[in-house]
């Protein structure tokens, strides 16, 4: 949806980082960047998460006595991508039976429950290792402790207040970690565990008779479950993402990463951080949002390019069905919120502080993609909610929220102030999920908006990297923005504006536009496009049109030019005292 924005423009260093275009270097010195980013992988930071030395005790021993494990993961692309790094790697060192399972999120639900350790305990195994999920798995833990079973957690989600009495946490959020980055995806996590065991293997002789695996050979999947869990891409992020992309870009990827992003019909070549969040995750968690997650982790795992497609086929159309189940509760959630406002717009004042919505008849698994969808058009907190069950009287919901409300902390002061209005809840900053009785629906809407009362809700603020001059609307520089990159979460993807002239427009797939632009004060004519583009696609507009936007390249039968990717509407520039101008005053009379 584009939306209407007020900018405020990123202060940029005088300094030209050296080996940069001038594009570049204004946007990197914008960003605290003192020099060209350096991501060799030997800078990555070592391995010095606390649990680390005790964990990989723990494995090596499952790994010299042949002892079954078993890698627990989580039904998203982190935790997908995740359990896969874990097998092939535990495998490659030379572990013996290494199986996995991914908890089914309409039976099981989140994380290591009892219900998951009862299905698993038949099996007999020495070792659980969770992935990307555990730190909250208070029961489940102590189920398998007290069946025998060794459990090792692997996440990175904060922690509560209680953590489960598991053989060993690996989690850079636990307090006093001596890592330095909390960043990390489950993924990572899961990354960085395999070095120290790596290590801890070397050190002990145990690959003087046997292959040592790379594990960078693994650093696509990395990348593909960081960037999908939208993590802060800080340094050693970058770092990690920045060096999957090159394999990918090289030909040396994942048999099933590599189907998704074709079946998607990006060019490997030319693979970006953005295709990945875009293209090849939503298909991995298509499946665990509709169906079972082990259909992502089986295409990961396939080492053949027949098997991989197959999966990633099953993946495909599981998206397709998802955006169709989408497209329906999305119209319904809108409606909801319509209901609730006298206006019908991003900056209404009659909105309320947070939405609430909910429908019987609305999938669990696709909640959280409206809940951020809606959170999106009104700059609000939105919790969605479904059944948990058909007909049932628990409710799931997924909540999103901008910036400057931190959702966990936030569902931590309702839990505070009303004591069992909430059954259960974990999640970050912008993304939550919360289980509670259907009956109390009304009485957590009505807590969620008390507590947000003193809030005040302007029209959305963004940050600018300001115009571009007319040449640099050009091939070059938006292939040395790409090349710049990893962007993401924390290190924002350059978005600049200026004000253009509108030479054609047409709607293209019911709700984009296309238009032709040129640049106020000079530059080539462009070719634009807006996705979502909403009530854009029919209103006037205003001349000239002030708008942010993204410079990419458009590659279509051998062709290559440059393009740009409208974002938003500007009706303000926020100036430097705080306070904002219309981004085209009317001249004054006289």
């Known amino acids: 949806m584009i939306r209407s924005v007020v900018i405020r423009r990123r202060s940029t260093g005088e300094a030209q980082l050296t080996g940069c275009h001038p594009v570049v270097s204004r946007l990197l010195t914008a960003r ?25 005790a723990l494995i090596e021993q499952a790994i010299r006595d042949q002892q079954r494990i078993i890698v627990v993961g989580d039904f998203d692309a982190d935790g997908a991508t995740g359990t896969a790094l874990a097998v092939r790697a535990l495998r490659a060192m030379g572990a013996g039976p290494v199986d996995w399972v991914v908890p089914d999120r309409f039976r099981h639900g989140y994380g290591l429950g009892e219900t998951l350790v009862e299905e698993i305990a038949p099996g007999k195994p020495d070792l659980l290792i969770t992935v990307d999920q555990g730190v909250s798995s208070i029961d489940g833990v102590a189920l398998a402790k007290s069946l025998g079973i060794r459990v090792i957690v692997t996440d990175h989600h904060l922690p509560g207040d209680r953590l489960p009495e598991a053989d060993a946490i690996i989690n850079p959020n636990l307090d006093g970690d001596p890592f330095p980055s909390g960043a990390l995806a489950g993924v990572g996590v899961m990354f960085y565990t395999l070095m120290a065991l790596r290590a801890r293997l070397r050190a002990s002789g145990w690959f003087e008779s046997r292959a040592e695996p790379r594990l960078d050979a693994w650093l696509d999947l990395v990348a593909l479950g960081t960037v999908a869990d939208l ?23 994942n048999p099933g990463i590599a189907a998704l992003l074709e079946l998607a019909g990006r060019n490997l070549r030319y693979v970006g ?44 159309q599981l998206n397709s069905e998802r955006q169709a189940i989408q497209a329906d ?3 319904a959630a809108e409606a909801q919120a319509h209901s609730l406002a006298e206006r019908f717009g991003d900056a209404s004042e009659s909105i309320p502080n947070a939405l609430c919505v909910f429908d019987d008849s609305w999938h669990q698994g696709v909640v959280g993609l409206v809940a951020g969808r809606l959170m999106e058009r009104f700059q609000r907190p939105v919790i969605a909610f479904a059944p948990s069950e058909a007909g049932g009287d628990a409710l799931k919901g997924s909540a999103r929220s901008p910036a400057g409300v931190h959702m966990r902390d936030l569902l931590v002061e309702i839990d505070v102030a009303h004591p069992g209005l909430i059954e259960k809840f974990g999640g970050h900053a912008r993304a939550a999920g919360l289980s509670l009785p259907r009956i109390q629906l009304d009485a957590f809407s009505q807590a969620l908006t008390n507590t947000l009362a003193g809030v005040r809700f302007d029209i959305e603020e963004v940050e600018s990297d300001g115009a571009l001059a007319g040449p640099d609307f050009s091939v070059e520089v938006a292939e040395a923005l790409a090349a710049a990159g990893p962007w993401g979460q924390s290190w924002p993807e350059p978005l600049f504006d200026g004000q253009f002239e509108v030479l054609d427009r047409r709607v293209v797939g019911g709700s984009h536009m296309k238009m032709r632009l040129r640049p106020v004060g000079g530059g080539p004519i462009l070719d634009g496009i807006a996705f979502r583009a909403g009530p854009l696609c029919h209103q006037e507009l205003p001349d000239p049109l002030h708008l942010t936007f993204r410079l990419e390249i458009n590659r279509f039968r051998g062709q290559i030019q440059v393009q740009i990717n409208i974002q938003h509407l500007v009706s303000a520039v926020a100036s430097s005292e705080g306070r904002s101008r219309p981004s085209n005053p009317t001249p004054a009379a006289g």
Not at 32 to 56: H, I, M, N, S, W
Not at 290 to 311: K, T
Request: aromatic share 4%.
């Open 273 to 316: 951080a953005s295709d990945l969040g875009f293209a090849a995750a939503p298909r991995l968690n298509a499946a665990g949002r509709l169906d079972d997650m082990g259909i992502g982790v089986r295409c990961l795992l396939a080492d053949g390019e027949a098997s991989a497609w197959s999966h990633a086929r099953q993946l495909d």
């Open 32 to 56: 605290g960047a003192d020099c060209k980013p350096d991501y060799d992988l030997a800078r990555l930071l070592p391995p010095t998460l606390g649990g680390l030395d005790r964990a990989t």
């Open 329 to 331: 509760m999305q119209e």
């Open 231 to 253: 993590v802060p891409l800080d340094e050693n992020n970058r770092r990690l993402v920045h060096q999957g992309l090159s394999r990918i870009q090289a030909g040396r990827v």
